[in-house]
């Protein structure tokens, strides 16, 4: 793990000018995969896209050497030893389950689809493997890495962690068996096969799966997912505090595995408070419109007659079907029971409300914003700029620094009222208001200038 300096190779192969040269090894992966993803291995024919190829460098090399370049970063810094992950025990921690889960149902996909010889099918899963890996399990556990102390939930992480990335390099070596080779040479431990493709190829462990937990945390995603649909829509800032986030379901047994994650959901989206409830109309305005596609075939000439009908319903009616029931209108002197699957259901959200929904799942943000959380969001705008300035500076992750800034009445309130998360967050000895501050880079803060100096401490200096 502390042969290689991730960074610098994460760096190097993010600026990769154009894989489909193959002027390296990471680029001649990405080749490989892009074409086992591709028709020729139906002996099709393929139009050959250079952009193709540098998906495939974005989609799965990416992330993955990413993640290998979080662990050898943070290792570093903390002195781990990997060999500590063989004397592990098995993670208590949620989302270590998870993911190891998680890499059970990969191993297992990618050795169905091969056992078929269907290898197009067998590289497909590992997209989205890397996305829970990336977006979620680390994203999630980065507090954990980041601990001054050296605790057992930390031990956790980075053992689960190391797990993964290792057996993932054994898993991938017959699709990527350059970049495969790289990370395993820097992770195994003596004792282990010299290559990468030398080991057996890993067989994947029914007992290993956890599908409740799978369940659980799709279900969660699913919610955050929505979340930053609403965030997005409405250009509600993720940095930008919200009061609540509301989840309503009429499936009680989905609201329980999600309500047992709720702080994770508020941290994720950035809320104080997660609400559950069951009653859509709670959250918005419901109106019903005749699905034309699935009823016109069956009612013919009395479909406009029904539409009208669907149209005037109330919201109360709309929420009645949706719960279950069952609707019926007049037309054409007969009698027609009209159920969920017959319309086709538009919300407008309840003043304050933001909604978006998939399938019989709901979520609103509470759009309105008071001082206290004005002033939240300002400071984590304030720890965004800092850390984009670390990142240009080049700094080491557990290098501490002073800052000085100048700014507005409205921007010394906020860092004044979050000046230990602002400390904590940007590894700060000390942030001070400075009317002298002439010297750093001027940002905008929500609308807000404010005139940003980091000065670096040496590293290992905390005064």
Excluded at 60 to 79: C, E, I, K, Q
Aim: charged share 30%; hydrophobic share 40%; with cysteine.
């Amino acid at each position: 793990v502390l042969a290689e300096d991730g960074r610098k190779m994460s760096k190097r192969l993010k600026n990769y000018p154009d894989p489909a040269l193959v002027l390296d090894t990471y680029g001649a992966d990405a080749l490989r995969l892009y074409m086992i993803n591709s028709p020729v291995v139906r002996a099709d024919d393929l139009r050959f896209s250079e952009d193709g190829v540098k998906q495939c460098l974005r989609d799965v090399l990416l992330p993955w050497w990413n993640a290998y370049s979080f662990l050898v970063t943070y290792a570093r810094v903390d002195g781990w030893d990997p060999a500590k992950a063989a004397a592990a025990s098995p993670s208590p921690h949620l989302l270590d389950r998870w993911v190891l889960s998680a890499l059970e149902r990969l191993n297992a996909d990618v050795m169905t689809a091969m056992d078929a010889y269907d290898l197009q099918k067998a590289v497909r899963p590992f997209v989205h493997f890397l996305d829970d890996l990336t977006k979620w399990y680390i994203r999630r556990s980065r507090r954990r890495f980041w601990k001054s102390q050296n605790d057992t939930d930390k031990e956790f992480a980075y053992a689960t962690l190391y797990r993964v990335l290792l057996r993932l390099g054994q898993i991938a070596a017959p699709f990527t068996p350059f970049i495969a080779e790289e990370i395993y040479r820097n992770l195994r431990q003596p004792g282990q096969p010299e290559s990468v493709h030398l080991c057996d190829f890993p067989q994947a462990s029914a007992t290993g799966r956890d599908l409740d937990l799978e369940a659980q945390m799709d279900e969660v995603i699913q919610v955050v997912e929505l979340g930053r649909q609403v965030r997005t829509q409405y250009d509600l800032k993720v940095r930008q505090p919200l009061r609540s986030l509301r989840v309503v379901s009429r499936d009680p047994a989905r609201l329980d595995r999600i309500r047992v994650l709720k702080e994770l959901v508020a941290d994720e989206l950035n809320v104080r408070e997660v609400l559950f409830g069951h009653q859509e109309s709670d959250l918005a305005e419901l109106k019903a419109k005749a699905d034309f596609k699935k009823l016109g075939s069956r009612l013919g000439s009395a479909m406009k007659s029904v539409a009208e009908q669907v149209r005037r319903w109330s919201s109360d009616q709309v929420e009645a079907v949706l719960e279950g029931g069952s609707m019926s209108v007049e037309a054409g002197g007969k009698t027609i029971t009209l159920t969920a699957d017959d319309i086709l259901v538009e919300r407008t959200p309840k003043p304050g409300l933001a909604v978006a929904s998939a399938g019989a799942l709901v979520v609103a943000l509470d759009t309105e914003l008071d001082a206290d959380l004005i002033r939240e969001g300002l400071a984590r705008e304030f720890v965004n700029k800092v850390q984009n300035l670390r990142k240009t500076a080049d700094l080491n992750v557990a290098q501490r620094i002073t800052l000085q800034y100048h700014a507005g009445a409205e921007i010394r309130d906020a860092i004044e009222a979050h000046r230990n998360y602002i400390e904590s967050e940007t590894l700060s000895l000390r942030c001070d208001s400075s009317e002298e501050a002439t010297q750093g880079e001027t940002v905008d803060l929500n609308g807000h200038p404010c005139r940003i100096h980091m000065i670096p401490q040496p590293l290992g200096g905390n005064d």
